[in-house]
């Protein structure tokens, strides 16, 4: 499996210093940006454009940005997003007309690719796309709003695509937002997630003239992370 990547989501970041933000969580140990993007039309919320990637890529953010798309329809926004400066995109099946077609609209505009369930969504579309998949990533709360509650049939979820993953022998990253916080994270992994996306359990950390204040939290997942492999 996959070395575990810790990624804060911006969503839960004070967003009048979000270049600082970045920064800070960056340096506490996180490895990858996540980004959620809604549409208001998708999911109930409304929230970031490409502007603010590219704005974050000028200030200086060089890690991973991981853009996890809750938009319909998804097409008209990949090309954005990718000369924004995203690294991988991940949308929702639903919000797709031609799930191949978009995948591939990831590829060429030179981004990873990913396609995104939501907790009641079955995973049968995972079966004619593994070949162009990056990552895999399963929402363990219904998407549009940061601070839910982790959903615990999510985990049988993980296990079976972590089945999959390792039939297809294909090196896809497979990831979990929603509810993920350091009393959670090792029973996660222990399930089959590599990598972690984390709002406010990681933002909502400490004080915010402290620029360590994200150091503590990061080392509580991480600790946790390490007791999955000892």
């Known amino acids: 499996m996959n070395e575990f990547w810790i990624a804060p989501s911006i969503l839960s970041a004070d967003f009048a210093r979000l270049g600082e933000e970045v920064d800070d969580v960056l340096k506490s140990g996180a490895d990858i940006v996540h980004f959620d993007v809604m ?9 970031i454009g490409p502007l603010v990637c590219e704005a974050l890529r000028k200030h200086g953010v ?9 938009v319909k329809p998804v097409d008209r926004i990949i090309p ?8 991988y995109i991940t949308f929702h099946p639903e919000a797709s007309e031609h799930i191949d077609r978009s ?18 969504t079955p995973l049968n579309y995972l079966d004619h796309v593994m070949d162009k998949l990056d990552m ?11 601070g839910q509650s982790f959903i615990p049939y999510v985990l049988d979820k993980v296990r ?9 022998g294909r090196n896809i990253r497979l990831e979990i937002d929603g509810g993920v916080n350091a009393r959670n994270i090792r029973e996660i992994a222990a399930a ?9 359990a990681v933002f909502g950390a400490g004080k915010a003239e402290d620029p360590n204040r994200y150091d503590s939290i990061i080392r509580a997942l991480r600790d946790e992370l390490a007791q999955t492999r000892a």
């Open 192 to 200: 089959g997630c590599d990598t972690f996306v984390a709002g406010s």
């Open 103 to 120: 995948l591939q609209l990831v590829k060429d505009s030179g981004c990873k690719t990913g396609l995104v369930f939501n907790p009641a």
């Open 160 to 168: 079976e695509c972590r089945r999959r993953i390792d039939a297809s």
């Open 80 to 87: 954005d997003f990718a000369k924004a400066g995203a690294s």
């Open 136 to 146: 895999i990533l399963l929402m363990s709360v219904n998407p549009g709003f940061g």
């Open 39 to 47: 549409d208001n039309h998708y999911v109930p919320n409304l929230t």
């Open 62 to 70: 060089t890690a991973p940005i991981d853009v996890h798309l809750m």
